[in-house]
């Protein structure tokens, strides 16, 4: 719900400040006073093209626009927000534009600045207008599927139509990949089956060049490592190395009378630890010199395995590291090559069973589709009589699709057409030549889909434009019983269009300035007579205001609508 707009510094409007209501809020005054501009100001707010510098009240040197709704917890609008980091502040959501004297714009959104786009996108879901040129909204063919789906109750049944098809694409990919790979292994099969044989016999391990050279590195220096490990043998164990003087040291010490042991008792401790550390140390020469006992050739074959591998690296363009895994992967190509006509086989019966499981729950939906056409056919045929546009056929066109063109949506492509002429054929919405009727048709269609869709803030710019009388009151009637699922905010010029408001504004200019008053009864009745009479406003026309103001808010059915015969009349709420 749209909860208040405030307009400072655009064309003639220094500020403006409305509270609206749930339901009907209408908006009156005189040609020129600025109701169009508050509209306009209020698209703005909502990501509309900004009004450049023409749009600033003069003198001044920035304007702006603020419109606040109220977001009801789970409406459509929260998973955009939530992308895009937008939540909305305790069910609050703020949209924000500021033009400045450049002509620029700066757009924000909770007053986070965003892209004009996104704030274009966040509008659009909260905000839906229908004015003398309108082309969006219901008259956008790209919405017509979605709204068919939500006038049956499909929407479940259209869900599961795109998962479907989701399964059903995701089954033709995999089989294309398999034929495709069964294709390029296939003009590689003598290249594969050299490759895979002769990695076969290399037999390359993960690991084994960087061991290689280690080894190979041991080994070219052993006679000199052999050397240096002798050498130091001698020093540890050998005669007059330093074991045996470490033993001879610890018995010349173990001897010593008490009192001189006692006296040297750290001594013999160090001793004994030292020659500890001693003997590791000859175990660890010997393990070494044990190594070095080298079989004769060893080197030789450590080089030309390395060399072979690098050989083997170089031919196929890869690390050595790679040629394991290469080996692994050209058997994979073959076995795929082997088993390429099971797995195409199998693949293919995939994309059979999601195809036909596609097929089946979009069938259904497409009778689904049918059944509704003609069902929303009768119900705006029964809204277009009152409103002057009994001349007016609508049809809700079912295009089948080829089969290449079907997607998610199902089997054929949804479009509302009508024909405004009697005899002319069948052409998109937005061919209606007066802006009136394209309004009343958005009127009629709305009605007729009151209860499909999300809730969104509805705009009517003078829906009533060149009409009296019985149609007004059929349009008040319509509009009334719209605003009961659905806020709208109407700018009208017919008295009883007016009198079935919730809240009444009148808009007046006083000198170069628009001024915006929420109305009280009596300023209602004032109002209404003023439109009803002109500039002199009679105690008759008072009359009449009061008259229509209580006959707008009894609850009485609606007028107009077209009875099928032998039927009684269906309402949709």
């Given at each position: 719900?749209l909860?208040?707009?405030?307009?400072?510094?655009?064309?003639?409007?220094?500020?403006?400040?409305l509270?609206?209501?749930?339901?009907?809020?209408?908006?009156?005054?005189e040609t020129?006073?600025?109701?169009?501009?508050?509209?306009?100001?209020l698209?703005?707010?909502?990501?509309?093209?900004?009004?450049?510098?023409?749009?600033?009240r003069?003198?001044?040197?920035?304007?702006?626009a603020v419109?606040?709704?109220?977001?009801?917890r789970?409406?459509?609008?929260?998973?955009?927000?939530?992308?895009?980091?937008?939540?909305?502040?305790?069910?609050?959501?703020?949209?924000?534009r500021?033009?400045s004297?450049d002509?620029?714009?700066?757009a924000?959104v909770?007053?986070?600045?965003?892209?004009v786009?996104?704030?274009?996108d966040v509008?659009?879901?909260?905000?839906?207008?229908?004015g003398?040129?309108?082309?969006?909204?219901?008259?956008?063919?790209?919405?017509?599927?979605?709204?068919?789906?939500?006038?049956?109750?499909?929407?479940?049944?259209?869900?599961?139509?795109?998962?479907?098809?989701?399964?059903?694409?995701?089954?033709?990919?995999r089989?294309?990949?398999?034929?495709?790979?069964?294709?390029?292994?296939a003009?590689?099969?003598?290249?594969?089956?050299?490759?895979?044989?002769?990695?076969?016999?290399?037999?390359?391990?993960?690991?084994?060049?960087?061991?290689?050279?280690?080894?190979?590195?041991?080994?070219?220096n052993?006679?000199?490592?052999?050397?240096?490990?002798?050498?130091?043998?001698?020093?540890?164990?050998?005669?007059?190395?330093?074991?045996l003087?470490?033993?001879?040291a610890?018995?010349?010490?173990?001897?010593?009378?008490?009192?001189?042991?006692?006296?040297?008792s750290?001594?013999?401790?160090a001793?004994?630890?030292?020659?500890?550390?001693?003997?590791e140390a000859?175990?660890?020469?010997?393990?070494?010199?044990?190594?070095?006992?080298?079989?004769?050739?060893?080197?030789?074959?450590?080089?030309e395995?390395?060399?072979?591998?690098?050989?083997a690296?170089?031919?196929?363009?890869v690390?050595?590291?790679?040629?394991?895994?290469?080996?692994?992967?050209?058997?994979?190509?073959?076995?795929?090559?082997?088993?390429?006509?099971?797995?195409?086989?199998?693949?293919?019966?995939?994309?059979l069973?999601?195809r036909?499981?596609?097929?089946?729950?979009?069938?259904?939906?497409?009778?689904?589709?049918?059944?509704?056409?003609?069902?929303l056919?009768?119900?705006?045929?029964?809204?277009?009589e009152?409103?002057?546009?009994g001349?007016?056929?609508?049809?809700?066109?079912?295009?089948?699709l080829?089969?290449?063109?079907?997607g998610?949506g199902?089997?054929?492509?949804?479009?509302f057409?009508?024909?405004?002429?009697?005899?002319?054929?069948?052409?998109?919405?937005?061919?209606i030549?007066?802006?009136?009727?394209?309004?009343?048709?958005?009127?009629?269609l709305?009605?007729?889909l009151?209860?499909?869709g999300?809730?969104?803030?509805?705009?009517?710019?003078?829906?009533?434009?060149?009409?009296?009388?019985?149609?007004a009151?059929?349009?008040?009637?319509?509009?009334?019983?719209?605003?009961?699922?659905?806020q709208?905010?109407?700018?009208?010029?017919?008295?009883?269009?007016?009198?079935?408001?919730?809240?009444?504004?009148?808009?007046?200019?006083?000198?170069?300035?628009?001024?915006?008053?929420r109305?009280?009864?009596?300023?209602?009745?004032?109002?209404?007579?003023?439109?009803?009479?002109?500039?002199?406003?009679?105690?008759?026309a008072?009359?009449?205001?009061?008259?229509?103001?209580?006959?707008?808010?009894?609850?009485?059915?609606?007028?107009?609508?077209?009875?099928?015969?032998?039927?009684?009349?269906?309402?949709?709420?």
């Amino acid at each position: 719900m749209l909860a208040s707009l405030t307009v400072r510094d655009i064309v003639l409007i220094e500020k403006a400040e409305l509270e609206f209501a749930p339901g009907l809020n209408v908006l009156t005054g005189e040609t020129g006073a600025g109701k169009s501009i508050l509209l306009d100001a209020l698209g703005l707010a909502a990501g509309g093209r900004g009004t450049g510098r023409a749009g600033l009240r003069p003198g001044t040197a920035q304007g702006s626009a603020v419109a606040v709704f109220q977001i009801a917890r789970g409406h459509r609008i929260q998973t955009l927000l939530d992308e895009n980091g937008l939540a909305p502040e305790e069910g609050a959501l703020i949209l924000r534009r500021v033009v400045s004297a450049d002509g620029r714009t700066r757009a924000y959104v909770n007053d986070q600045a965003v892209g004009v786009a996104l704030a274009r996108d966040v509008g659009g879901t909260l905000l839906e207008v229908h004015g003398q040129t309108d082309d969006r909204g219901l008259f956008d063919a790209n919405t017509h599927r979605a709204l068919l789906d939500a006038f049956a109750g499909e929407e479940p049944l259209a869900a599961k139509v795109a998962a479907h098809h989701g399964e059903f694409s995701a089954a033709v990919r995999r089989r294309d990949e398999i034929i495709k790979a069964r294709e390029n292994a296939a003009a590689e099969i003598d290249y594969l089956s050299y490759a895979a044989r002769e990695l076969r016999d290399l037999g390359p391990e993960e690991g084994e060049e960087e061991r290689l050279v280690t080894e190979r590195a041991f080994l070219t220096n052993a006679g000199r490592i052999a050397d240096d490990i002798n050498a130091a043998a001698e020093f540890v164990y050998g005669d007059g190395g330093a074991e045996l003087s470490l033993v001879s040291a610890l018995r010349r010490v173990s001897r010593m009378n008490p009192e001189g042991r006692q006296a040297a008792s750290g001594v013999e401790s160090a001793l004994e630890a030292a020659l500890i550390h001693t003997q590791e140390a000859r175990v660890a020469l010997d393990a070494v010199a044990s190594r070095l006992k080298i079989k004769p050739g060893r080197l030789e074959v450590v080089e030309e395995r390395l060399f072979a591998l690098r050989a083997a690296a170089r031919k196929f363009n890869v690390p050595i590291m790679r040629l394991a895994g290469l080996a692994a992967e050209f058997q994979s190509k073959l076995a795929l090559l082997d088993a390429g006509e099971n797995g195409i086989k199998t693949a293919e019966q995939d994309v059979l069973r999601k195809r036909e499981a596609f097929l089946g729950v979009a069938k259904t939906l497409s009778i689904a589709r049918t059944t509704a056409a003609k069902a929303l056919e009768i119900a705006v045929a029964r809204e277009l009589e009152p409103l002057k546009m009994g001349s007016a056929k609508f049809r809700v066109a079912l295009h089948p699709l080829a089969e290449g063109d079907v997607g998610p949506g199902g089997l054929e492509r949804v479009s509302f057409e009508v024909a405004t002429v009697e005899g002319a054929g069948f052409g998109p919405l937005g061919r209606i030549a007066s802006g009136g009727e394209l309004s009343r048709f958005a009127l009629a269609l709305k009605v007729a889909l009151a209860e499909a869709g999300p809730p969104a803030v509805l705009v009517f710019d003078e829906i009533d434009r060149g009409v009296g009388g019985a149609v007004a009151d059929a349009v008040g009637e319509r509009l009334q019983r719209l605003a009961k699922s659905t806020q709208i905010l109407l700018v009208t010029h017919s008295p009883q269009v007016a009198a079935r408001g919730a809240v009444h504004f009148r808009i007046s200019r006083r000198g170069d300035a628009t001024r915006v008053e929420r109305l009280t009864p009596e300023e209602r009745v004032e109002e209404i007579a003023r439109m009803l009479s002109g500039a002199a406003v009679t105690e008759e026309a008072r009359a009449a205001a009061r008259r229509l103001l209580a006959e707008a808010q009894s609850p009485e059915p609606v007028r107009g609508a077209a009875k099928e015969p032998g039927k009684k009349k269906r309402v949709r709420a």
